[in-house]
């Protein structure tokens, strides 16, 4: 799943529970599981941790259809918004069309919670939905061969939680939205679909710059001509300012796949290609153009980087 796993710490107990939401990927017969979440207990402070799982996994959403998309920001008052996005297939490949954000006000009311079941209670007392249409279908294509390619992409919030984006692979979209962190309320601000993409050309990868001005997507599935594509939020016409800054020479199906900020306000990203003991970086992407310098290969890493990254709040 493109963003598989969340990993939520409850407010006002230090780091002594967990709540990890979890996404399956569509191509899974099982993917109307829905949205997972499992309650997790760490009760000893250093080295080495004993952590207890809270009563049984469940689905936070049995028998809805959910895309690969999971997010959280902060709520400015110690809690945390965790964001999800449904999807309309089913298994036959035939639904309706589905524009729904599930959003969940993490806060201290969880500290209460005991296992799995209790939390999911308290989780859906919290729970608010927006439908939200924009000008492109979230899986507006017959057959279902390839259903899920309309569910796999990221979606990632700005650093300061104010700007809410994703894109839809198949689609070739980019959806954005203004997220108030007071109240968890999605607002829809505009949708694109990048300049000189080939036909076969579709996204996956999205991350905002820390200062949010600068938006970056990521094209895989051209295997050989996939770009790195930067856009100025600020300007009056978004797609006009679309600045390429990498282009993939390499064969592989995936090249530029999942994107995601540092703590180091560094930009890494799973690729050129798959299968990798390395990551690619923007270093600089609060600047325009190829002054964010893209850096191949900059970052090695233990084990092998394929498709995702780790989502970090």
């Not at 050989?224 to 282009?247: K, M, P």
Request: include cysteine; proline fraction near 4%; charged fraction near 10%.
């Amino acid at each position: 799943s493109t963003q598989s796993a969340l990993i939520i710490p409850i407010p006002t107990l230090s780091c002594e529970k967990f709540l990890i939401f979890t996404t399956v990927g569509v191509e899974d017969s099982n993917y109307s599981d829905g949205l997972g979440v499992a309650l997790i207990d760490v009760n000893v402070t250093a080295p080495p941790y004993l952590v207890s799982l809270l009563g049984t996994p469940q689905s936070l959403q049995s028998g809805t259809y959910f895309t690969e998309k999971l997010s959280a920001t902060s709520d400015k008052n110690g809690g945390w918004w965790v964001v999800a996005h449904d999807f309309g297939y089913n298994t036959s490949g035939t639904g309706p069309n589905s524009k729904t954000f599930y959003v969940y006000h993490i806060t201290s009311a969880l500290a209460t919670a005991t296992n799995t079941a209790a939390a999911i209670s308290i989780l859906n007392a919290n729970k608010q939905t927006f439908y939200i249409p924009s000008s492109t279908s979230h899986n507006s294509f017959s057959g279902s061969n390839n259903q899920h390619t309309a569910a796999q992409g990221q979606m990632k919030f700005s650093k300061d939680g104010k700007k809410l984006g994703l894109v839809i692979t198949r689609q070739k979209t980019v959806d954005l939205f203004d997220f108030n962190t007071l109240n968890g309320q999605i607002t829809f601000k505009t949708s694109f679909q990048p300049s000189g993409s080939p036909s076969n050309q579709q996204l996956y990868g999205l991350e905002f710059s820390p200062n949010g001005n600068i938006l970056y997507i990521g094209e895989v599935l051209n295997t050989g001509s996939e770009r790195i594509l930067q856009y100025d939020l600020n300007s009056s016409n978004i797609l006009s300012s679309q600045q390429v800054v990498a282009t993939s020479s390499t064969s592989s199906y995936y090249n530029y796949s999942g994107m995601q900020l540092g703590i180091n306000d560094k930009i890494y990203i799973s690729g050129p290609g798959t299968n990798l003991n390395s990551l690619s970086s923007i270093d600089n992407p609060d600047v325009f153009g190829i002054g964010c310098n893209y850096n191949s290969g900059s970052t090695p890493i233990s084990g092998t980087s394929v498709l995702g990254l780790t989502n970090v709040i």
